[in-house]
């Protein structure tokens, strides 16, 4: 298992630390019996999320996660943020080791629940997000784990 | 290595300068094969045997007794399963402990596949067995026990003397897996009520692809590689020569070693043990203290962060440890020994393994207690668990 | 060595120096365990992934496919017992020959024993099998089909491609034992119809207790050694990474030196045949002419003596030989494999295997025939046999 | 496994090899699909065996065990010579490997086979003996073959 640069270099300097006082839009996802859990913060004006700010209890891989989908998200329409994916996070960072492919999909559901989260709390109408129930999954993939 | 600090020496050692010194003429120049009737053949039978007899000296083994494997997880696998197919008519029952090496726990979930009945003794906090649950788990159907001599992840070591003692009693052989104490602790096998013991090279500075399996004679086993006739027709494969003439000089200059070395790495141990309870807080020591813990192994809980974190800090600053057994590292879930002695799943992810060796030094020891708090710290700022 | 001969290079061969060379920073230097977070660590992984690459590559293999083993002997229990384990819901009949290594043999025998079912094929006169015998041997039940590309003892390169086109066209796995033959002759898995084949290190110049298993994409194979989740969780214990670098560098210069020494090689061999039946009376070769000969092989009965004899004088005088394989020299049995190609004991009893190497020349051939007919004469003239 | 020097010597410069012709007493074990044929020689005079030799088809221990007993029987009494056992021409020998034993079998019988020759020959009176029918013992110790 080895990290890209640019993991290291998002989980030696993570960008974005810390809460949003009275943000407008929090997201959790995982929790600490996996080993990872990720607090997303957002603050929205105009329909743009204007800051992003991350917690993470997790591995290598969360945090660097954490940290980049802040990035990506800035100055984004929530309907563009919406369709960040995973894949798409694992991309930014050059790539994730196949073992902690599931890191970034805690990023992308920890984004996708804050929107959501926000769009609740101003009576906005909501797309069901199906991807949202991901822990503990089944579907580690050992096979790659030197 | 330079100013590296290498604190993972439970996952492997170094080979020592003298042990490749030892090696290095069976690569090239002597390097027959035993099994040949010719003078090349001739020598590397002799320095075979040779090797044979100073680890069962080492031991108080006869060299018999002494089968070479390529490595403690074969070493494991053939004890348990050549002595579960070899002994299967008087019984199908075996037990073992929950705080195993998968080497032996995995290999004992096969054989559960495979007809086999297996009982996973629990351990207290500290991480023992308790002799009477060992007693009490024994059935008319029980043909062995599997108990390991030292934990490779949180240093307990077991009362392998007593547990013996129990199968002996009952008339149950006894397999312990010396893994991570051979060359570290003594073994007396003259005394030990033990019939099969496994030891592996690369944790006593000795190469990797080789290690051994004691079978006290009388002992019946079946092969699990089957072929040429080596090893008494028991362990087929062209010999390894060169590594078992590694894995013999390192155990004997490990043994002869032995008290100087434990003393000093004990005080490391404790020294390093202690500096983190003090100057980290909401941490815990797993696995007991003094002289029943494996005098190089440190194992502490750090609350609210994960470990992998502290390793890639600890890495980017040379410093190399691990987190729960280095054979599960790549895995997902936690370490299945801290589950066993009882932590949460959330503490249990937020291990530390710090295991030290010869080379270590109290400067090194040191740094880290410089280092360590400053990680935990960043790292924790960062934890939405952690409310500073 | 000085002038010794070395004759007997299907038993072992010496680790070459370049590759000793590769191999030597991986001991005292590199030594981490490749299952760790950090630089030790990853250092080793790197070199562990390199070594799989140079491998795959070498075979036409793509590196996913390259699985790590301790010996020829544990690829070859692993490709058949995981193999059968693994498919067995889809029929228990397992197809071999008769002129295999033990190490498949006798895997074979004890499966039987297990409940599988196994036809060992006949071979002819010059150890051949014949593709129509094998396809009529295949039943609905058949799952795997293990056949040797050459064989250890007479040479006899087996019709691989045509073997295994017969397996694929019955959908049956085909397992290819390529010990002798890896290094030694020209490999492309990427035409070949196999789906596993197994090679070992100190057959060509490499390390011994390294080998490894080639395990086609999409064949199910089940672990013979459980552990750690070393090789994807297929084959567990610590990978001996120097022995796996030493391989990698090996096979690599084997297969860029392959033709020119195919050249040599065989020049010699034939050398050496036609001296030993020319001036040798009453000694026959085994195993075919030609190229369908393994280009080092030199295997010839030698009427009215008993081979032991041979080795011990001709091993005073510093050659060394083997009569039939090196992993059988130590039984009283003669040769399977010379009984299967239809000698009688008494002639089987007789024979002498000399196999060449790199080092080998033309002045030590010419030796060698000086010196044999005077050895077999002076046996001769001691034999009850004998009518001189 | 390893031969004494004493084996060495016996094999590589072998006594009494051949035939005695008009042979009083001539035995002979073992065959060749075993690997080891034996046939021992020899001349009686007076109770005594005055002369002895050999020719064997087998290893090095067959061929040094038929040295080493010819040497051993030649002046003895035909009953001296009777009780030479397996394990005198193994120690003789200096001891043989654990899987070459049964080869010291095969001398001792092919002496006692030679004696009884004779003595049928003469009409002596013969003891019956046990052990002669030794070949391809299923006792082979294969587990000390190294
Ligand atoms: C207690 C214990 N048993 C078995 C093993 C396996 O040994 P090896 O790495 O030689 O396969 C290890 C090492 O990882 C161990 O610590
Ligand atoms: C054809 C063949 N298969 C398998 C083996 C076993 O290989 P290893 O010596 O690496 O166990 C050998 C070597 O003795 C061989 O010649």
Redesign the interface.
Known sequence: ???TDKV?DH??N?RN?GEIQNADGVG?QGN????????LYIKVEDDKIVDAKF??????A??ATSSIVTEMVKGKSLDEAMTISNKAVAEALGGLPP?KM?CSLLAADALHKAIIDYKVKNNLPVDKCDECDTCCHED?I????? | MSDKIYLDHAATTAVRQEVLDAMLPFFTEHFGNPMSVHSFGREVTKAVEASRETIANCLGAEPKEIMFTSSGTEADNWAIRGFAQANSKNGQHIITSSIEHHAVLHTCEQLEKEGFEVTYLPVDSEGFVDPKNLEEAIRPDTILVSIMHANNEIGTIQPIEELGTICRDKKVAFHVDAVQSAGVLPINLKELPVDMLSLSAHKFYGPKGIAALYVKKGTRIKPIIYGGGQERGLRAGTHNHAAIVGMAKALELAISEQEEYAKKITDLRDMLIDGILEKIPHTRLNGPRGDKRLPNNVNVSIQ???G??IL??LD?LGIAASSGSACTS???D?SHVLLAIGL???IA?GSLRLSLGRENTEEEIKRVLEVLPKIVKNLR?????YQG
Do not use: Q, R, W
Request: aromatic share 8%; net charge negative.
């Open positions: 298992m080895e990290y290291m989980f030696m993570p630390v959790e600490a019996k996996c080993g990872d859990i990720m607090k917690k993470t209890f997790g591995c290598g969360a945090i073992v599931h580690h050992h096979e790659e784990e030197n | 609210y962060i994960e992998e974190g890639l800090h980017m790549g895995s997902l936690p949460s799943h959330e992810h700022a960062m934890s939405p668990l």
